[in-house]
């Protein structure tokens, strides 16, 4: 199992990022998969969610209207579109996938969110 996270950067308040998770190693749309983030300091947060279809999302309240999760089974790969960035959401973020009662991370993109 390989998650590769990409698209992280340094972005002003106000502004965009789009995150990606390429996935391989096991089958990408029989999984649901999750975005997570840790901030210096901070516990890992689940950010959003998503189920293997892609029909059913859901989002910790701090982000939502803000952040949308989705995926393309067909390329297997999640993305994060990250709107109107804030401090607040810097932080260190990651892909998930459970198979089988095993938790599965990628490596972690940072997002850093200051003038």
Known sequence: VQLVESGGGLV???GSLRLSCAASGFTFNS?????????????????AS?????RSTGY????????TISR???KNTMYLQMNNLQ???????????????LTYWGQGTQVTVSS
Do not use: H
């Open 12 to 14: 002003q308040p106000g």
């Open 31 to 47: 999984s649901d998969m999750g975005w997570y983030r840790q901030a210096p300091g901070k516990e890992r947060e689940l950010v």
């Open 50 to 54: 998503i189920t293997n279809t892609g």
């Open 60 to 67: 910790v309240g701090s982000v939502k209207g803000r952040f």
């Open 72 to 74: 393309d089974n067909a």
């Open 87 to 101: 401090p607040g959401d810097t932080a260190v973020y990651y892909c998930n996938t459970r198979l089988a009662r």
